[in-house]
């Protein structure tokens, strides 16, 4: 790939991502190529929208995060605005969407530039609202406790139409999860949840999730969700909490939108992006959550080993049962030519 500008976003609180930033500033000036830091707040000023921090880093051909799922999320947010690949450098504990160790962040942009990294894609989420969402006064000092400033609310996309009964086009694209969720600790959010126009059921609950299979190891899973590879395209569905005897996860097409309407009796409801609060919604209210038509594309070394890192990151046992028969192989892969029937198969590389 062509690339002449790169945009940094670094987990500040953590050392070894300020110290690995350092060494992506230091390849850039090597190959000279132009970085420039994105996403970044301090106390004088707040955040910008994802097109904005794209604009004020130059318009950058590559973007690179260190620190964990966080720090991939913020600049996910900017790379899937402009259909531009992001590098996740791994600094955290228990996320899955950054793979590349910090030591080899030199090989791995020496592969991006040389044109010799892989591209691995995934489904977003966007959404549509009955308004445009809000924060009323006070709300997002209350929910950010502790954290950095909020993002702004979503603005409009350009294919909203007044008055035509779909409601508005939201700029917002969402790797994991879109949430609805109570407000008031003392208060459900009651929720009518319908799938491709069909009512499903009215949930009393915290709160109810829309994720991708990417999404579905955060928020989703935490709830009880099932998980689903990243390589699929699906929209999965699922209830926190709820006050009702139907709990389960429901898994939709991807062609299929979930729209989550805010009940006459219910409290106000949180709406949340990636773990990110975008506005609030009142009864009668509406939001529309659907696949995005545009994935975001991830730089990678190496076909992803997903099921191997949920087994690590989750701290998999095998059961005690299965002692006797010994330790299990990592691997189940014949080194022979594969077959004709199975050619056609995602199939891990043989073991060196």
């Known amino acids: 790939m062509t690339l002449r500008r790169l945009g940094l976003v670094v987990h500040g609180g953590r050392a070894e991502a300020v110290a690995g ?6 390849w850039c000036a090597r190959n000279g190529i132009g970085c420039a830091e994105i996403d ?6 707040g955040r910008r929208s994802s097109l904005e921090e794209f604009k004020a880093a130059g318009g950058p051909d590559l973007i690179v995060t260190l620190g964990g799922d966080g720090t991939f999320l913020r600049g996910a947010r900017i790379a899937a605005k402009k259909d531009i690949q992001v590098l996740g450098v791994d600094l955290g504990r228990v996320g899955f969407l950054t793979e590349i160790a910090v030591q080899d962040v030199e090989r791995a942009l020496d592969a991006v530039l040389a ?3 892989e591209c691995e894609e995934r489904m ?4 549509r609202a009955s308004r445009m969402l809000e924060l009323p006064d006070g709300v997002e000092a209350l929910l950010r406790y502790g954290r950095g400033p909020a993002l702004p609310p979503p603005r409009l996309r350009p294919e909203t139409l007044e008055g035509d009964g779909w409601g508005v086009a939201l700029d917002v694209t969402a790797l994991n999860d879109i949430v609805l969720e109570k407000l008031a600790r003392d208060r459900q959010v009651a929720v009518g949840a319908y799938i491709s126009g069909r009512l499903l059921a009215s949930y009393s609950a915290d709160g109810v999730v829309v994720a991708t299979p990417t999404g579905s190891t955060a928020y989703s899973f935490a709830a009880g969700g099932p998980v689903l590879s990243p390589r699929m395209r699906a929209v999965v569905f699922t209830p926190v909490a709820p006050h009702m005897t ?3 996860t429901v898994v939709a097409g991807a062609d299929e939108a979930v729209a989550l309407r805010v009940l006459p009796h219910s409290g106000q409801a949180a709406v949340s992006v990636d773990g990110q609060l975008r506005g609030v919604l009142d009864p009668g ?12 594309r991830l730089v990678r070394l190496r076909p992803a080993d997903f099921y191997g890192r949920l087994r690590d990151r989750l701290r998999l046992t095998d059961a005690p049962a299965t ?11 014949p080194s022979a030519p594969v077959p004709a029937d199975l050619a056609h198969l995602y199939l891990p590389p043989p073991q060196d």
């Open 323 to 333: 002692a006797a028969d010994g330790e299990s192989a990592p691997l189940f892969r």
């Open 115 to 117: 044109g010799e990294s």
């Open 124 to 127: 977003t989420l966007t959404m």
């Open 40 to 45: 970044v707040w301090g106390q004088d000023r």
């Open 246 to 248: 139907f709990d389960r």
């Open 285 to 296: 209210d509406w939001i529309g959550v659907f696949a995005a038509p545009r994935p975001l």
């Open 21 to 26: 930033g350092r060494t992506v500033e230091e």
